[in-house]
């Protein structure tokens, strides 16, 4: 069986960094998988490519045996990657449940946005995940750990089988990495999610 993700020989530069250079790495479906390493040794580089969010100078990305092609982050979700960067990319005037849906928004009859399924869905997975956010509030006035809760269920939410996490633990206080670590150390058992 081909790995979950795989990245062969994967290269990039900008202008005269060499920020990742001939990296080949496999992730396996059913595993937590962490790439570690110094600050500035090219570990979120090197996850963008994995995702789809920056294209390598050389080498390729494989998801489940197959190149991610195009090279993209469109692609990568629709292929069952998602990430969630270590900058949050939420929009901090939209409710927690409209960051979740933005570009999923699931459509009823006569084209119209369906909101009780948005929000059946996102509740859906954050049951899964153990977790309660406040659908109805926005952004700007969650904490950081809700925030970052709320980005895994937005991965989650597009059907993502490899979530990648860039530095999962780094904007949360020093009493969430705990709980946060345990809930992606069981995502494998618990549904054959593979995290890194």
């Not at 990742?20 to 996850?47: M, P, W, Y």
Request: hydrophobic fraction near 45%; glycine fraction near 8%.
């Amino acid at each position: 069986m081909p790995e979950a993700l795989a990245l062969h020989h994967i290269d990039r530069r900008y202008g005269p960094v060499h920020a990742v250079a001939d990296v080949s790495l496999a992730f396996e479906a059913g595993r937590v998988h962490a790439v570690v390493g110094e600050n500035g040794a090219g570990k979120s580089t090197l996850l963008k490519m994995a995702a789809g969010v920056v294209t390598p100078d050389a080498g390729r990305v494989t998801v489940r045996g197959e190149p991610l092609s195009p090279h993209t982050a469109r692609e990568a979700i629709g292929r069952g990657v998602g990430m969630v960067h270590q900058h949050f990319a939420l929009i901090a005037v939209l409710t927690a449940l409209e960051n979740v849906m933005l570009g999923a928004e699931p459509v009823g009859r006569a084209g119209r946005l369906d909101l009780a399924a948005a929000r059946a869905r996102a509740e859906a997975v954050a049951r899964e995940m153990e977790v309660t956010l406040p659908w109805d509030a926005p952004v700007e006035s969650l904490g950081v750990g809700d925030r970052q809760r709320l980005e895994i269920v937005r991965t989650l939410v597009r059907d993502a089988r490899v979530v990648i996490l860039d530095e999962p633990t780094a904007v949360l206080t020093p009493a969430r990495p705990t709980s946060s670590t345990r809930r992606c150390a069981a995502w494998p058992t618990a549904g054959a999610r593979s995290s890194s």
